[in-house]
């Protein structure tokens, strides 16, 4: 098999913009670009410097990774002049929910420690009614009246552990018929993320959920971080009793905040759920320079000319466009979004990779790692490669440090490479035994594998679970690749390593739960060749 059908196999590590299965298959190892040379701060250079970090500009949208979205200058003024002054938390709340009213036309609304906390207080709110007596029994809750949640598959993600640290029982459902059949007493909360799958005219839409969920008085949680923000809000009207939205996506308040409206009831419960009362959301504090930032945010939002921000990214990605295009080969499109989700225009730019000598990853890497870093998306399918841009937290001056940057990397010339690979000097067919080391722990893993020529297939064991495993070999250099899947999660298993002396030995990438060690050694068998007689029937004694 060819170099390019194996890395097309091996898949891209999934990492926004950052890395690749490339051509060295060692270089797929995670690694750090090389600090700056730190310093003292001083207010005439950039803070991030002063740690010998390298800042990076964001082609790539609210990403929590990169930072979330760019406060407004409203928001900077906001917290500051929340700062240098005492205020009775309960007050301040109180005041913020009957102001957010105002703003939204919701019942009420609440500012917490981000979208995931709100989550989280509102599930400890339809557990416990308000009861503190509950409250501080969290998570343990299984003789509670009520503590199951449920949610539509199509609804789980990484991001309902929020719901989970309550400690409730997860209900998970496909259809209508089976939504009505685990509706019950015990019934605390649904749930569901706001796209595609709960739009109106599908079968467990919105107002579907709302519908079944009335009559047994059951609070539908909307889950709508990265969306805009909509006045009325428009699942409030289909049904749901409470949103919540991110501080640090499209509404540009402060990255540690969320916003949450709806219910008044409901909210309040969530208040007294969160810090500063202590409990079990105590975890989760929210200041009150964040909590006037996120107001002031919501206040932005309703005096904001989108239309004339809109045109702007237009015009950064026609900058962008028009530069980039001159290259032989290239062309361009621009996306827009249809939903509320991430709603901002999007430049495509495509290219045959044998023409240009280069993958839309392998640029995404280059400019991921190498100053001036800039965080760009990136895909290839069988007909091509592409890279992308999503200009909504750029900032002025940077699209043409953008076309620029890009411009020198896909305009370079390459040779063509070659596509044989260099043939494997270990057979690594058969059992082995992986030793991992993460920062403070260690776990056994094992391997099954079969080797033809340099593709690699078999089967992972990891701690919990088994799964497929694929991988390659060039010359004594190894890489294997798993996925562990349950509702709502995945974690990607790189194992990164050289074969010498009978041992595997090197990296375990982890995307974003960083990297580990491993090595390996096969099992081997004891030998044990007696002929097995098989009985005739049951056993006559026992």
């Not at 091509?384 to 990397?409: E, F, H, W």
Request: a neutral charge; proline letters at 6%; charged letters at 25%.
């Amino acid at each position: 098999m060819k170099r390019r059908e194996i890395i097309k196999q091996l898949g891209v590590i999934p990492l926004a913009g950052s890395l690749m299965a490339s051509d060295s298959m060692l270089g797929a190892v995670w690694k750090n670009p090389a600090p700056l040379a730190a310093k003292p701060y001083t207010r005439n250079q950039n803070i991030y410097e002063s740690l010998g970090i390298e800042t990076i500009i964001n082609c790539r949208g609210t990403f929590t990774i990169l930072g979330g979205s760019t406060e407004r200058p409203e928001v900077l003024e906001a917290m500051e002049a929340a700062s240098g002054y005492f205020v009775q938390y309960d007050e301040l709340a109180f005041g913020i929910g009957r102001r957010l009213a105002e703003l939204t036309k919701a019942e009420w609304g609440m500012i917490s420690a981000g979208c995931a906390a709100g989550m989280k207080h509102v599930t400890a709110a339809c557990v416990t009614g308000g009861n503190p007596e509950k409250l501080i029994r969290i998570p343990h809750i299984g003789d509670f009246e009520k503590n199951e949640v449920i949610i539509p598959r199509s609804s789980r993600n990484v991001y309902d552990h929020a719901i989970r640290n309550i400690g409730v029982k997860i209900i998970t459902v496909d259809t209508p018929e089976e939504l009505k059949q685990a509706i019950n007493p015990r019934t605390a909360m649904i749930y569901i993320m706001t796209g595609p799958d709960n739009e109106t005219g599908k079968p467990l839409s919105l107002e579907v959920i709302g519908k079944m969920a009335k009559p047994g008085n059951i609070p539908v949680l909307a889950d709508a971080a990265a969306e805009d923000l909509s006045i009325p809000c428009v699942h409030l009207e289909r049904g749901a009793t409470v949103v919540a939205y991110s501080g640090g996506k499209a509404i540009c308040g402060p990255q540690c905040a969320g916003l949450l409206l709806g219910n008044k009831d409901l909210l309040m419960a969530a208040w007294q759920a969160s810090s500063p009362h202590h409990g079990p959301g105590r975890d989760n504090k929210i200041g009150k320079e964040e909590m006037l930032g996120m107001l002031a945010a919501v206040e932005a939002w309703t005096t904001r000319d989108h239309d004339k921000e809109w045109n702007t990214w237009l015009g950064w990605l026609d900058e962008i466009s028009s530069k980039l295009t001159r290259i032989n080969g290239i062309t361009s499109e621009i996306t827009t979004p249809t939903g509320l989700n991430n709603r901002a225009p999007r430049l495509i730019l495509k290219w045959d990779p044998d023409k240009l000598h280069i993958r839309g990853e392998e640029v995404a890497e280059e400019v991921a790692r190498n100053k001036p870093r800039v965080a760009i998306g990136a895909q290839s399918k069988d007909n091509g490669t592409s890279i992308s841009i999503t200009p909504s937290q750029m900032r002025p001056g940077n699209a043409k440090l953008v076309a620029d940057r890009l411009y020198n990397v896909l305009s370079g010339k390459r040779e063509p490479r070659s596509d044989e690979m260099t043939p494997a000097k270990e057979n690594i067919s058969g059992h082995w035994e992986a030793d991992v080391e993460f920062f403070t722990g260690k776990s056994t893993h094992k391997f099954f594998l079969e080797q033809d020529k340099n593709w690699i297939s078999g089967t992972h064991t990891s701690e919990y679970a088994m799964q497929e495993m694929i991988g390659m070999i060039e010359g004594n250099e190894v890489v294997l690749k798993s996925n562990y899947r349950v509702p709502g999660n995945s974690i990607n298993f790189w194992f990164i390593g050289k074969v010498a002396d009978g041992e595997i030995t090197g990296s375990v990438f982890l995307g974003e739960y960083l990297t580990a060690r491993f090595g390996a050694k096969k099992v081997s068998y004891r030998q044990n060749r007696k002929k097995l007689n098989v009985p005739g029937g049951p056993p006559l004694a026992t």
